[in-house]
Nanobody
Framework: QMQLVESGGGLVQAGGSLRLSCLASGRTIRGYAVGWFRQPPGKEREFVASISRYGASTTYADSVSGRFTISRDYAKNTAWLQMNSLKPEDTAVYYC?????????????WGQGTQVTVSS
């Protein structure tokens, strides 16, 4: 089994930055695609960013493109989400996920989330 733990969330003013981390244990993340998702208050969970297996490519939601950056560090077995120019609408619980396949679903590994709150 792989376990994922998110950290780095908190309260930040609009225009500020945060860096979220996703620490994996039990498996190396090298062989897994890693994704970041978020769930704003009262809304459905939505895709934020992903990095492919072996780090070949990255994908971003239009809402965060140019502001967020996903990365991974095999030595630390950690994935990161650098969040810049934060907006109040970025407020959400952020989750990381790891998948050995091409999609993130119930069969994927999921963390328990970290709260990000952006004030106006």
């Amino acid at each position: 089994q792989m376990q994922l733990v998110e950290s780095g969330g908190g309260l930040v003013q609009a225009g500020g930055s945060l860096r979220l981390s996703c620490l994996a244990s039990g498996r190396t993340i090298r062989g897994y695609a890693v994704g970041w998702f978020r769930q704003p208050p009262g809304k459905e969970r939505e895709f934020v960013a992903s990095i492919s297996r072996y780090g070949a490519s990255t994908t971003y939601a239009d809402s965060v493109s140019g502001r967020f950056t996903i990365s991974r560090d095999y030595a630390k077995n950690t994935a990161w989400l650098q969040m810049n120019s934060l907006k109040p609408e970025d407020t959400a619980v952020y989750y990381c996920a790891a998948s050995i396949g091409s999609t993130f679903d119930e069969g994927s590994y999921w963390g328990q989330g970290t709260q990000v709150t952006v004030s106006s």
